[in-house]
Nanobody
Framework: QVQLVESGGGLVQPGGSLRLSCKASGTIFSIYAMYWYRQAPGKQRELVAR???????YYTDSVKGRFTISRDNTENTMYLQMNTLKPEDTATYYC????????????WGQGTQVTVSS
């Protein structure tokens, strides 16, 4: 089992930046890839970004060029640097992890709230 704790959310004005963190503990050796998801009120949870153990990344179109996913294996932490934030980025952000068979290793945590508003 892997435990994940998200942090770093907050209130930011449009055009601002935030960096989210996802700290992993437990059987971290089993982690192959890690994901950031988000869920806005009244909407389904959507995939935002993914990073594999080898460092390859994926971004949903709406965040390409603005968000950067990274991971620090020495700190067992994944990050999401969010720049040029827009009101439509407002959501609760969650992280998750999968093994090499793409099986989920953790349940959903509490997430971290990001609100982009003037």
């Amino acid at each position: 089992q892997v435990q994940l704790v998200e942090s770093g959310g907050g209130l930011v004005q449009p055009g601002g930046s935030l960096r989210l963190s996802c700290k992993a503990s437990g059987t971290i050796f089993s982690i192959y890839a890690m994901y950031w998801y988000r869920q806005a009120p009244g909407k389904q949870r959507e995939l935002v970004a993914r990073i594999s153990s080898g460092g390859s990344t994926y971004y949903t179109d709406s965040v390409k060029g603005r968000f950067t996913i990274s991971r620090d294996n020495t700190e067992n932490t994944m990050y999401l640097q969010m720049n040029t934030l827009k009101p439509e980025d407002t959501a609760t952000y969650y992280c998750n992890a999968v093994n090499s068979d793409e099986q989920t290793l953790s349940g959903w945590g509490q997430g971290t709230q990001v609100t982009v508003s003037s």
